[in-house]
Nanobody, 124 residues
Framework: QLQLVESGGGLVQPGGSLRLSCAAS????????IGWFRQAPGKEREGVSC????????NYADSVKGRFTISRDNAKNTVYLQMNSLKPEDTAVYYC?????????????????WGQGTQVTVSS
């Protein structure tokens, strides 16, 4: 079964950090660009970050630039999203997704595989 599984979400205070992981099973991520998206209650899903298949190209939404870092370890078939200086407005369900196009790609239907999401809550 081909799937992506996110982990690492949780409750954190403003200014804190979390590292999300996106692990693939049933297929290799080597040829896929990976995007991280998030969806807050009552809002549309939005792109947060994207990393090319080689890891040589990364892109970020303006709202997270300088605070979030995307990376990948193809040997572990895993992509990470390091989130620092978290703000309450970062609260959302975070999803990773895989696509064979290049980054940045923020169009949801261009992604072939999606994870189930992990909740990130930033609150004091």
């Amino acid at each position: 079964q081909l799937q992506l599984v996110e982990s690492g979400g949780g409750l954190v205070q403003p200014g804190g950090s979390l590292r999300l992981s996106c692990a693939a099973s049933g297929f290799t991520l080597d040829y896929y660009a990976i995007g991280w998206f998030r969806q807050a209650p009552g809002k549309e899903r939005e792109g947060v970050s994207c990393i090319s298949s080689s890891g040589g190209s990364t892109n970020y939404a303006d709202s997270v630039k300088g605070r979030f870092t995307i990376s990948r370890d193809n040997a572990k078939n895993t992509v990470y999203l390091q989130m620092n200086s978290l703000k309450p407005e970062d609260t959302a369900v975070y999803y990773c997704a895989a696509q064979l196009l290049s980054c940045p790609t923020w169009v949801i239907y261009e992604y072939d595989y999606w994870g189930q999401g992990t909740q990130v809550t930033v609150s004091s």
